[in-house]
């Protein structure tokens, strides 16, 4: 994936670089990286990882997880509009 398609994908599923950040579980400046193709301190290459890669296609498809139940919402993602209302994370990612 490269950065280009990482920002692209991000607009698609009109996500913020935070709500992004906080679906694929990492850091916002660890979006900003991926997003820019290089480190912000050092200018070292980033490379998105290829479990990165295919979360964002299960995220896009709405994939759920393997094997797992399905969790409450409101926990997994405390600080989204799940709290205010959305019904599942489907809804707050869905594809527009």
Known sequence: MTPESFKDWRKQMGLTQATAAQALGVSKPTI???ERGTRRDNGDPV????????ACRALFHNLEPWDEPVIDDARAFPQTEVRSGLRSSRELYKKT
Do not use: D, F, Q, S
């Open 32 to 34: 900003e990286n991926y």
């Open 47 to 54: 490379i998105i990882p290829l479990h990165i890669a295919l």
